[in-house]
């Protein structure tokens, strides 16, 4: 008996004309939480969303939805549904491919999702793919299911030259000293500190706090480090500080912060680090690189990884128009070590996109070369 192909798959973005057939289709695969008539055309319409159909025969075979909100990368996909017939054929990891090109499309760095905790296949399609979880959503589902929640950078791993040294943060406020442990190691790399190093430098840098308690570095703190440990760097500041007082309601801990964030602005001139009030751009970025310089930029973290606070991340180099960085970040094992390097690619787009934070559009940067042999 001869062998026929399957019929190839094809993906498009989605037309009003869709809506019955979306509909149709919702009602087929999903007996609760399926998405009403109403909803499916305002995805349809609206600019935050992105709504994928995949159709085989000149049927409809799956349709994927993606949202996207104003100033972030990160990208959610929030629905992803499979013709029951069609189960099994690839046709759901065809359109995850497909929303993870539309939101990388939109300059977006990571996807995050939802999924029933009982649908052993869409989890395993989704650790196949990259995906991993990172958190749980009690009671999400109207049948009381609990939802998991996965994330995948979307940004390429960095190619090309060896990169330098990683260092993952082993605290949520010391994303700064891992930056400068990546410094420290690029500078040499026979640099092998001690566990406790990294709250050294945190001890000599951090002038921040959090609402809940300990807090990370600003541009200034993280310069007269590098200075004291044999590094040369040079300061980019959209503004001069006092920096990330805007969510602190503790007059005391804002009195700390300013004579803190003050003092080492009197080391930055004391020690002479280069200051610049002015944000590192893609000249002076792309400039550094080719000078074999490295930067500690600061990101959003909202941008970088949906979370909230400022972060930093250690850019060593560029691929063309994509910066090549470490992010310290990690996801981590039972054991609190890094799984794997978080290292990419960005575009610049997207990366000049994560260096503006808050209404003010904060950037800052410091621009690191490597000092005089000790």
Sequence with gaps: MAHHPAPTVRIRKAELADLAVLDALEQRVFATDHLSRRSLRHFLRAPTAHVIVAEQAGELAGTAIVLFRPRSAVARLYSIAVAPHLGGRGVGTRLLESAEEAALARGCGAMRLEVHQSNAAAIARYRKSGYREFDRHKRYYEDGGDALRFEKPLFPAATGGKAPPYFHQTAEFTCGPACIMMALAWADRSFNPPAAFEFDLWREATTIFLASGLGGCEVYGLAVTLKRRGLEPEIHASRAGPYFLETVNSANKRRVMELTQAEFRRQARTLAIPTHLTPA??????????????????????????????????????????????????????????????????????????????????????????????
């Design 281 to 374: 751009g893609e000249s002076v970025l792309m400039r550094a690189f080719d000078d074999k310089k490295v930067a500690i930029v600061l990101v959003s973290g909202y941008q970088m990884n949906g979370r909230g606070q400022p972060h930093w991340v250690f850019a060593f180099g560029r691929e063309g128009r994509h910066i090549l960085l470490h992010d310290p970040a990690a996801n981590r094992d039972e054991h609190g070590k890094a799984i794997a390097p978080e290292t990419y690619a960005v575009p610049w787009a997207a990366f000049e996109r994560m260096t503006r934070l808050g209404r003010d559009r904060l950037s800052a940067a410091i621009v690191i070369r490597k000092g005089p042999p000790r």
